[in-house]
């Protein structure tokens, strides 16, 4: 009994918010920025440089994640030769990197340029290498319009990197500190793998924006990524509207495979964000304790030069010297730490949440099939309500109708098996990826930490017989 | 000689976990002492109880002050406090290094935090609970031990001064097997300590000021001052840094259970793979957090014993520098009664015992000044060799694991 009320009431509450929701997109799409609901972004060539990264309420754009190609090479991918061949793997290749960043403008009109620059052997693309430069708001743009045209196909979209208004106006104000250098490198960093998982997915690669996006020297401002503009706001319309979507689907899985899956990316993501957190936690504490020795290597020197017992004196000297080099040894693994694993659990955490809006196309899918079909029975009602009646042209708008729904319940099932194949495939190929991503990049780590306790060996042997020396 | 110890957590009525562990040799301080046959001192056991700890000292001796050859008191901290206080209160050993007290044992922070862990016990799964009660009763084991050792190593100086030795106190605090019905200061006491401290640190700065003819002893109050400074400098920054250390170390632990729950949840081949990092971050964590013990008690605790060494022989000089204005005082008085020949007798005693005392203070304070540069030398070189071959056993067994890990991670593929 409870729960039916509570249904009703919920249902009652979300065709509130559906109407009021429908509304606002029907008052936003007469806006001129706005050309349609799937919120198409390209407007002419801008008018001079604007601002870049402002107020985003809702950051993150979600996607998929790259294999982490942490350092400043480039990456080379193999894509398959097509969706459904995954059989024929040509050695073709392709090799994206994002590079110099430069700063162009300066006060709060500033903004960072990137060169990207591809290196590539297929045929899809006019030149062997080509270089152009692009800005953040372009990649942006990129997603945008990937998104919409693949996520409700069931294709894992890789989402572009987050927009970050700290870290870009420490950079516009023009301090040349550590901060702002970091999160420079940080973001051509994410930008690279953002490219790179891109190109891998096979149906991206051969998408028009995307050539577009790599070669063309000129191109068409994204302004509509700007949360403020009226695709921006037609953006958190739609987020909130699909929010309420999902809460009143209740889809009857039939497909048990489904079900298993959606649970374990439920489960790999509360995992993944938990040790995100934690080697975040890590990067900061190394951070820490390398600021830590070097001040204790300083105070350590001090030390030695006020002792006045000489060989104890030249000992400590030689322990403040073995600390400095630690310190550096500790500063150069939380960038390991960091570069390495950090980013790239947090480019798994955004992926994740694309899969998920994968699963979640699908049950839109679903619900669509299923509300032609009840359309479709309403219609027959109808049909046969007016066969009583004898009304003889509106019966045949009845049957015309009924047609017309018919054709609808088809074309949903038909959309709905397509999507179902889709994300089969694309789940198999995400898990596969994500194998290789993780084994490589761990396996990097590991290598990185060897290295450190290589140097330690090092450090120390060299200290021993110093310290030995006291007499 | 080893010590066993009973660790005995007491939380209401219910005992937490005890614990039996018996320790290598003792002196976990290095500390360079004679082993002197005819008297022994050490701490052989101790017990925590609920906010005091019980020391029981062991002393074996041929000397004849001593009814038996080998016995055992109970003591607390501070009685050891009492015996401390009652060396420095003496005038007759104004012209030695009184063996610094050791510091109060402080198990607040760590009782905190087990206390913690008891009231969140219902948000985590039982083994994180179970790993870090492990954990946290380590780190109270690893306090426990030190303030052992530090109570030790204050009687073992003792016992090898030729001439503290030879104190009574120290042998009622070593032989009487009843309470010493020494209480800590009340109020009143310590507020008069507090001024009495403000007195003596003013009267120190105007003692220091006057130069010294003798250069040794000029030369030592130079030294001890800036030595002094950088010790506490030094001391306190590499408690900031073990912190840091230890901070990592926590970290790493969290990162191996989201690992193992990982490996334990994934369907693809990546479940082994999680499984063995997880395994071998397990592994490197305890060495991490090792590392950090170690060098907490190699360098962190050889600089705050310093710190409170020096800060002894500072007060000795600063003994040294009262008698020497009070002897000077006494000299421009008794020139001044000779010429007003008034109370000359008087004046003339009052120089001589003030002469007397100033020259044996200074005798015995070059000697101990001498043993003091001495015993440091040989302290810290024995700690800095064994810090860092202890650096050198965890890197190495870190880089073993690591690369065997490695081997087999890379086999897999």
């Known amino acids: ?246 809460m009143t689907i209740k889809m009857n899985e039939s497909d048990a495979w489904f079900e ?142 009924i047609r017309e729904w018919e054709g609808k319940v088809q074309q949903g099932e038909r959309d709905f098996e397509q999507i179902s194949k889709n994300i089969r495939r694309e789940v198999g190929r995400f898990e596969k990826d994500r194998v290789k991503d993780f084994r490589v990049v761990i396996i990097k780590y590991l290598e990185s930490l060897v290295h450190t306790q290589q140097q330690l060996i090092k450090y120390w042997e060299a200290f021993l017989p110093e310290a030995k020396a006291i007499a | 000689m080893k010590q066993t110890f009973c660790v005995i957590f007491k939380k209401e009525s219910s005992i937490i976990a005890v614990d039996s562990i018996s320790c290598g040799p003792h002196c976990l301080m290095n500390v360079d002492l004679q082993t002197d046959a005819t008297l022994q001192v050490d701490i052989s056991d101790a017990l925590s109880e609920r906010d005091k700890v019980k020391f029981t000292v062991h002393t074996k001796s041929t000397l004849p002050n001593f009814k038996q050859n080998e016995f055992s008191v109970v003591r607390q901290h501070e009685e050891f406090i009492w015996l401390h206080d009652s060396f420095v209160e003496n005038e007759e050993y104004a012209g030695y290094i009184i063996p610094p007290a050791p510091p109060r044992p402080d198990f607040d922070a760590s009782r905190e935090k087990l206390q913690k862990l008891g009231e969140g016990e219902g948000s985590m799964t039982k083994e994180e609970f179970t790993k870090m009660k492990q954990e946290l009763e380590a780190e109270y084991l690893a306090i426990f031990k030190k303030t052992v050792a530090m109570h030790e190593v204050f009687l073992c100086r003792v016992a090898a001064h030729p001439v503290l030795r030879k104190d009574l106190n120290f042998h009622v605090f070593l032989e009487y097997n009843q309470d010493l019905s020494v209480r800590g200061k009340n109020k009143k006491e310590r507020l008069e300590d507090f001024f009495k401290n403000v007195v003596k640190s003013a009267d120190g700065v105007l003692v220091a000021g006057v130069k010294d003819v003798d250069d040794f002893f000029e030369h030592e109050k130079t030294f001890l001052l800036e030595y002094h400074n950088r010790v506490k400098e030094a001391s306190a920054k590499s408690d900031r840094k073990i912190r840091s250390h230890k901070n990592a170390a926590d970290d790493i632990n969290r990162i191996a259970s989201t690992l193992y729950t990982l490996g334990t949840q994934d369907s693809t081949d990546l479940c082994k793979f999680f499984l063995k990092v997880s395994e071998l971050f397990e592994k490197t964590r305890k060495i991490e957090a090792r590392v950090a013990a170690d060098e907490d008690l190699k360098l962190a605790d050889l600089l705050k014993y310093y710190l409170r060494e020096s800060q002894a022989a500072k007060d000795l000089l600063y003994r040294r520098g009262r008698a020497l204005v009070d002897y000077e005082n006494a000299n421009k008085a008794l020139d001044k009664a000779r010429a007003k020949n008034k109370d000359v007798l008087q004046a003339e005693t009052t120089q001589q015992v003030c002469c007397q005392k100033f020259e044996k203070i200074s005798e015995s304070a070059k000697q101990e000044l001498i043993d003091f540069k001495t015993r440091r030398v040989a302290a810290f070189r024995k700690n800095l060799v064994e810090l860092a071959e202890l650096e050198l056993k965890h890197a190495k067994g870190n880089l073993q694991l690591l690369q065997s890990c490695l081997g087999v991670l890379k086999g897999d593929t």
């Open chain 1, 1 to 246: 009994m409870h729960e039916c009320k509570c249904k009703r009431s919920l249902a009652g509450f979300s065709s509130v918010l559906f109407v009021v929701l429908s509304l606002v997109k029907v008052f936003l799409s007469q806006s001129p920025e706005a050309a349609c609901l799937s919120a198409e972004d390209i407007s002419p060539s801008s008018n001079g440089p604007r601002d870049d990264d402002p107020d985003d309420l809702f950051a993150g754009v979600d996607g998929g994640s790259v294999s982490g190609q942490s350092r400043p090479q480039s990456g080379r991918v193999r894509p398959l030769a097509g969706p459904d061949e995954e059989e024929n793997r040509d050695t073709f290749d392709i090799q994206i990197s994002v590079s110099d960043p430069e700063k162009v403008g300066d006060g709060m009109n500033a903004y960072m340029v990137y060169k990207v620059t591809t290196k590539t052997s297929l045929s899809i693309f006019s030149r062997d290498e080509v270089c152009v430069k692009r800005r953040f708001s372009d990649f942006l743009g990129l997603y945008s319009k990937l998104a919409s045209k693949y996520m409700h196909m069931g294709y894992i979209v890789p989402p572009a990197p987050e927009k970050s208004i700290v870290g870009m106006t420490k950079v516009k104000v023009g301090k040349e500190d550590l901060s702002s250098v970091e999160f420079v490198e940080k973001r051509r960093s994410a930008l690279e793998r953002y490219l790179l998982r891109t190109v891998k997915h096979p149906a991206l690669l051969k998408d028009p924006d995307v050539l577009q996006f790599l070669e063309s020297s000129e191109l068409p401002r994204a302004v509509s990524t700007q949360a403020l503009s009226g695709a921006g706001i037609l953006r958190m319309v739609n987020k909130a509207a699909d929010a309420v979507n999902k």
């Open chain 1, 260 to 401: 298993e899956k959606q649970q374990q990316f439920e489960n790999l993501d509360v995992q993944l964000r938990k040790l995100h957190a934690s080697v975040e936690s890590l990067v900061c504490h190394r951070k820490e304790l390398s600021v830590n020795t070097a001040s204790f290597a300083k105070s350590a020197a001090m030390l030695g030069n006020s002792e006045d017992h000489t060989a104890l004196s030249r000992a400590l000297s030689q322990l403040a010297e073995v600390e400095e080099k630690i310190d550096q040894l500790h500063q150069d693994q939380s960038y390991a730490d960091f570069y390495l694993i950090s980013e790239l659990l947090g480019d798994y955490v955004r992926l994740i949440t694309a899969v998920k809006g994968v699963f979640d196309q699908r049950m839109k899918a679903w619900a669509k099939w299923q509300d032609a079909q009840v359309m479709l029975q309403r219609k027959r009602e109808a049909e046969a309500k007016l066969q009583y009646a004898n009304k003889p042209d509106k019966l045949q708008q009845a049957t015309d109708e």
